[in-house]
């Protein structure tokens, strides 16, 4: 079965340190990555995505993700976390099923981020 | 425009008790899809729809029914309801643009069941 791993569950910073989450697939055709975030008591939004062209795909917030295609792997980044960062994370996959892309996603990252 | 909502927001419930979930979204968009939240477990899809009048089987369907009787409404029952079922369960809608390849999911504020 196809899958979306994500190897940090939870991870704690103090604010202005460096970020990155990580994030594999299992799926060997082209594929279309997202990452979602949950802020505490909110929904899921769009944080980024990639569906081709420049595998550096820059967010809101100043997050990005780079998509390594060799090592399945769309991780993201953010190079200085604020205390308004604390929130979990998403990694997410549209993979082909039956005629249509279904959405499969990773277990999510929990981020603390101490001010 | 409300984007994705759901009724109602909490709801505690007896094991063996039914009732439905509602999920409207009000962007025109193709396919929805019910997903449930557990702690490390992440998202889990249970059933979806990719247009009005269909419907299939997510990752996790067993104790659940879905219905598309109008493409802007997908309702999630549960016949009879177990401590199981204990979760927050999140709605989503997303566009068909190619083929949905390429689609960002519009989640709603989900909804907290209890089952006792």
């Known amino acids: 079965a196809q899958s979306v791993s994500q190897h940090n569950h939870h991870v704690i910073l ?20 997202f990452w979602y975030v949950q802020y505490p008591g909110q929904h899921l939004q769009l944080l980024l995505k990639y569906f081709s062209g420049d595998p550096l795909v820059k967010g809101i917030k100043g997050f990005e993700a780079e998509f390594i295609k060799s090592k399945f792997s769309f991780n993201l980044r953010k190079p200085s976390v604020q205390w308004s960062d604390t929130a979990e994370y998403f990694c997410a996959v549209n993979i082909p099923s039956g005629g249509s892309y279904i959405p499969t996603f990773g277990r999510g990252t929990s981020l603390i981020v101490h001010p | 425009n409300a984007g994705v909502t759901q009724t109602p927001k909490f709801r505690v419930l007896k094991t063996g008790q039914s009732m439905t979930l509602l999920c409207a979204q009000d962007m025109n968009h193709e396919y929805m899809y019910w997903y449930r939240q557990d702690p490390g477990m992440g998202l889990r899809l249970i059933h979806y729809s990719v247009g009005e009048g269909t419907t299939a089987k997510g990752e996790v369907p067993d104790g659940y029914n879905v219905s598309r009787l109008k493409k802007q409404n997908f309702l999630l029952g549960l016949e009879s309801a177990a401590p199981s079922q204990t979760s927050v369960y999140f709605c989503a809608s997303s566009p068909s643009g190619l083929a949905g390849r390429t689609d960002t999911q519009y989640f709603g504020p989900g909804t907290r069941l209890t089952v006792l």
Not at chain 1, 15 to 28: I, P, R
């Open chain 1, 14 to 33: 103090s604010e202005a340190a460096s970020l990155e989450l990580g994030c594999n697939y299992s799926y060997g055709g082209t594929v279309n990555l």
